[in-house]
Every structure is written in structure tokens, then in C-alpha cells.
């Protein structure tokens, strides 16, 4: 109770975006029916975008929040929140799925202590890119169950840097347009690596793991935030206003399902500013879910 206390006194004006259940819901939709019928949805792995991009808002909106309110920002509990509630969850699936491969499946063994390392310290997606490791080979035999762990690494890895960067861009810019450009303009910067780093006809793991080629989607996420914070949107708007965000929540909706369906994993477009293009319709709709005057994906089987 008393930490629940301190949240509320730490964050007073923070708000329940009741939709972003729904954009999660679309994100796990997405990845799950690309492992489970990746010919019928093979774009379905797009739905990591969302993730990153709500990461990118959520985190940095949270972060504003707390130095308007405070003028600092608590970096020591920060570090302590985010490791509670990653790691215990984290080690208790390592070390039980490592105690069931060494019982039931001992040719999964591979490499083992390496990905067990990795992973505890947030670095597994670099070390699958060190170590040759394809995302796109796992449909073949042995595939490890760890594979999909690349994504918390990135999210370890941007826990540890944004609250720094974000407080250095606030006193470095103080406006907040500014703020957003400067975090538009590295996400732009991102987008060009992985195009840059994309070789046609290879697998594209490098780019698609890798943290400097996915930053992209955390920076937008992070730029809406700055221009577009959920506490100061309003609850009552006029009804031109509510069809405009009503019907960019449909287009990008719809045209986030289409993506899902039509999208080459390993091809050229994706990684060519397609992934980018993404996620300029993620940030769309992302806008459109956390206005408190449009209640999108705001439902309870979502939830």
C-alpha cells in the first residue's frame, strides 16, 4: 500500500489509457498468428512495432510526468521498479526451461550458458547476432525456445539509458517541439541504418535484431509523447474532432491488418523504409488509442 501511495504522490495527474489493451491485443495477434500460420499472416511479426512504439510513449510520458511534477526524476527508483518487475519473471523461465531441455530435450543444450548469460545481463540480441543466429530458420528442427527473448533484451537495454537521455533533452531543448524533432530526427537515423545495413537476398537478421536498427520505433513513440502527452489531452471534444481521430483510428487500424497480411518477412520493402512507414501508422493510431475523447480499443475481451 504504501508503494501504491508513493506512485500516486510521484505521478498525481498520470491516467488509465484504457485502450492500450487493445493495441497490445493487436501486437500479440499479429505475432502469434505469424508463428502459428506464417503463410496465411506473414506480416504478423509487425506486431513487435507496437510494442516498441508503446514502450517509447508510455516510458517517456511517465518520465515528463515525474519532472514536471517533481523537477527530477528518481533515477535510483526508476532502476528498482523496472528490475521488480522484469527480472523475477525472467530468471524463474530461464532456469525452468533450461531445467526441462535438460531432462526432456537435451539437443536443445547448445550454446546454453551463453544464452542463460545474455539474457540476464539484456544483451541476448546481440549475442544472437554474434553468434550467427537467425530469426527466420526457426520453423527448422531444434529451434530454442529462447529465441523471441531479443525484444526484452532491447527493452532492458533502453531501461537502462532513457531515463538519462530523456533529463538530457529536457534541459538540452526545453521545449517540448524540440524535444520531439531531436527524437524524430534520431529515429529518422535509425530507419537509414537498417536500410543502409540491409543486404538483398541475405537473411536480414542483423538488421532485425539489432538495437540500432529497431530504435526507431522507441524514438517515435517517444516524440509522441512530447507532443502529444496523455495528460494534457481532453476528455470532451467536438464531434468534427472526434471523426477526425475516429477515422484515422479506422484507416491506420485497417491498414495495420493489411500490413499483417501482405508483408514479406525478408524482403526488401520491409527494411527499405517499410518498417518505418509502419511505424509512422502505429504512432497514428497509438495517438488516436490514448486521447481520452475517442475511447479506441477500449474493450474488455481485450483486456
Known amino acids: 500500500?504504501?508503494?501504491?501511495?508513493?506512485?500516486?504522490?510521484?505521478?498525481?495527474?498520470?491516467?488509465?489509457?484504457?485502450?492500450?489493451?487493445?493495441?497490445?491485443?493487436?501486437?500479440?495477434?499479429?505475432?502469434?498468428?505469424?508463428?502459428?500460420?506464417?503463410?496465411?499472416?506473414?506480416?504478423?511479426?509487425?506486431?513487435?512495432?507496437?510494442?516498441?512504439?508503446?514502450?517509447g510513449y508510455l516510458l517517456t510520458d511517465l518520465l515528463v510526468q515525474e519532472w514536471q511534477q517533481n523537477g527530477k526524476v528518481n533515477l535510483l527508483g526508476f532502476y528498482r521498479r523496472r528490475i521488480k518487475r522484469l527480472y523475477p519473471a525472467l530468471v524463474t523461465m530461464l532456469f525452468a526451461t533450461a531445467a526441462y531441455m535438460t531432462?526432456?530435450?537435451?539437443?536443445?543444450?547448445?550454446?546454453?550458458?551463453?544464452?542463460?548469460?545474455?539474457?540476464?545481463?539484456?544483451?541476448?540480441?546481440?549475442?544472437?547476432?554474434?553468434?550467427?543466429?537467425?530469426?527466420?530458420?526457426?520453423?527448422?528442427?531444434?529451434?530454442?525456445?529462447?529465441t523471441h527473448l531479443w525484444t526484452l533484451s532491447i527493452e532492458g537495454q533502453l531501461y537502462l539509458i532513457w531515463p538519462v537521455l530523456i533529463v538530457s533533452l529536457i534541459l538540452?531543448?526545453?521545449?517540448?517541439?524540440?524535444?520531439?524533432?531531436?527524437?524524430?530526427?534520431?529515429?529518422?537515423?535509425?530507419?537509414?541504418?537498417?536500410a543502409w545495413l540491409y543486404v538483398p537476398g541475405h537473411d536480414p537478421s542483423r538488421v532485425y535484431y539489432g538495437t540500432d536498427t529497431r530504435l526507431f520505433a522507441v524514438l517515435f513513440g517517444a516524440a509522441l509523447a512530447f507532443i502529444w502527452p496523455s495528460t494534457k489531452l481532453r476528455q470532451k471534444i467536438d464531434r468534427p474532432q472526434r471523426w477526425l481521430l475516429n477515422s484515422i483510428g479506422v484507416l491506420t487500424f485497417v491498414a495495420i491488418l493489411g500490413l499483417y497480411l501482405?508483408?514479406?518477412?525478408?524482403?526488401?520493402?520491409?527494411?527499405?523504409?517499410?518498417?518505418?512507414?509502419?511505424?509512422?501508422?502505429?504512432?497514428?493510431?497509438?495517438?488516436?488509442?490514448?486521447?481520452?475523447?475517442?475511447?479506441?480499443?477500449?474493450n474488455p475481451i481485450f483486456r
Open 172 to 194: 538540452l531543448f526545453k521545449r517540448r517541439r524540440r524535444i520531439a524533432q531531436a527524437l524524430f530526427g534520431l529515429g529518422l537515423l535509425s530507419v537509414l541504418l537498417m
Open 262 to 298: 501482405v508483408t514479406d518477412p525478408q524482403g526488401r520493402f520491409v527494411y527499405r523504409g517499410g518498417m518505418g512507414l509502419f511505424t509512422g501508422l502505429v504512432v497514428l493510431l497509438t495517438a488516436t488509442v490514448v486521447h481520452p475523447g475517442a475511447q479506441w480499443l477500449t
Open 103 to 146: 531432462l526432456f530435450q537435451r539437443q536443445l543444450l547448445a550454446q546454453l550458458r551463453g544464452i542463460l548469460w545474455s539474457n540476464l545481463l539484456y544483451v541476448y540480441n546481440w549475442w544472437q547476432i554474434f553468434h550467427g543466429q537467425s530469426y527466420f530458420d526457426r520453423f527448422a528442427n531444434n529451434e530454442s525456445p529462447f
Open 1 to 55: 500500500m504504501w508503494q501504491i501511495l508513493q506512485h500516486k504522490k510521484r505521478l498525481a495527474n498520470s491516467r488509465y489509457i484504457t485502450g492500450i489493451n487493445g493495441l497490445r491485443t493487436l501486437a500479440v495477434g499479429g505475432v502469434i498468428l505469424y508463428h502459428l500460420i506464417p503463410f496465411r499472416v506473414p506480416g504478423g511479426f509487425l506486431g513487435v512495432v507496437i510494442f516498441l512504439v508503446l514502450t
